[in-house]
């Protein structure tokens, strides 16, 4: 039986280490690993890969745009000023039909970017109860009103090719770059919804969990490295929502044999740097307080995650790198995930594989200078 208890943003890794004293270090190592990797100009690391990741985060940071705080910039709670010669007749909410509404916003969110999209009945369980602002160690609550009842998550890819140069900053730079991208997204399905005459609460990181929501709405599967799994790109996506009131028709939960092949494969908790990853079953037990008890899933270690950040100076993404789901479209691949589905047995031999033929192995991002990605 899983157990609702709603998160509080303040205990996720992110934020920790501005206030708790056990790994406030992280902190400080962060900043000194980067700057010895820029004066050493090491691969991957140098003053061009650290310029590349800050230009790349320059939609999600300008205008006060936050990816771990509500009710900020293009994520703003309220509508936002919309500067055109663009007339609305007074009388709103003249489109009142579900159906017809689900298959108008789906299509919107892929036209303003989106490659996944799907509708899940909002579960408060999922929502933050409180979130942090590190700046002034403020704890607010967060309530949503009972009339948003939908959310549309939303996902967008990330390159395969620079994924495959994790850990680096090119890795950084493709991650922020993606959460612009989505800062932009969830900005205008909002900004189309409100025009309808509805309310949207849009979102990168902050309040609600991302891929409990994926989940819902069917976009993939929880993987064992604690991400969301898409039958499209594996972990190799990031997530975003609009909360509405807007009248949808939600989708439903998948299953395309993750959870099953998780438990055999433990490649991600294998190769992981930091050793984080569990390599036993599932449980509804937390290791810390920064895992939401309850739900039965594959607990992270997000202390040991995070220290290896600190020690290499960015973000990790080994785990999605060498994810066996972690492949480019393809009919052998496609026919891979088909045996995955429906032939179980086939997991094992499959892992075999996926390490035989180096899938997973690591890109020197020297190559992206080189323009050979």
Request: hydrophobic content about 40%; overall charge positive.
């Amino acid at each position: 039986m899983q157990v609702c208890q709603r998160f509080n943003q303040k205990n996720h890794m992110e934020f920790r280490p501005t206030w708790d004293p056990s790994v406030r270090h992280l902190l400080q190592l962060n900043v000194e690993t980067q700057l010895r990797h820029i004066e050493q100009n090491i691969t991957g690391f140098a003053l061009k890969d650290t310029a590349l990741a800050a230009g790349a985060t320059l939609v999600n940071s300008f205008g006060g745009t936050d990816m771990n705080r509500p009710n900020s910039g293009l994520t703003a709670w309220q509508p936002l000023p919309v500067y055109s010669d663009l007339t609305f007749p007074s009388k709103k909410k003249a489109i009142n039909d579900a159906h017809l509404l689900t298959g108008h916003i789906k299509r919107v969110a892929r036209y303003y970017g989106a490659d996944l999209v799907g509708i899940a009945n909002l579960n408060q369980c999922w929502v933050y109860s409180h979130y942090y602002i590190p700046e002034t160690g403020e704890n607010n609550p967060v309530e949503i009103d009972e009339r948003y009842k939908y959310v549309v998550v939303m996902a967008i890819e990330m390159d395969y090719s620079m994924m495959r140069a994790a850990p680096s900053m090119l890795e950084e730079a493709e991650t922020l770059l993606t959460y612009s991208k989505m800062a932009f997204l969830v900005g205008s399905v909002a900004q189309f919804i409100r025009q309808l005459g509805y309310s949207a609460i849009p979102a990168l990181n902050d309040t609600a969990l991302s891929v409990p929501l994926a989940v819902d709405a069917g976009l993939g599967e929880l993987g064992r490295h604690g991400l969301l799994i898409t039958p499209q790109f594996g972990p190799r996506q990031r997530i975003c929502k609009v909360i509405t009131d807007l009248p949808l028709e939600p989708d439903h939960p998948i299953e395309f044999g993750v959870t099953q092949f998780c438990s055999i494969c433990r490649k991600c908790a294998r190769e992981c740097p930091g050793q984080a990853i569990s390599y036993g079953q599932r449980t509804t037990e937390a290791l810390s307080i920064s895992n939401n008890p309850g739900v039965l899933k594959w607990p992270l270690s997000a202390e040991k995650c995070r220290e290896y950040w600190a020690k290499i100076g960015t973000s990790c993404g080994v785990c999605i790198r060498v994810c066996p789901f972690n492949k480019r479209k393809g009919s052998i691949h496609d026919m891979s995930r088909w045996l995955i589905k429906h032939i179980p047995w086939v997991d094992y031999p499959l892992v075999r594989i996926d390490d035989f033929l180096g899938y997973g192995r690591y890109l020197d991002p020297a190559l992206f200078w080189k323009d050979k990605i």
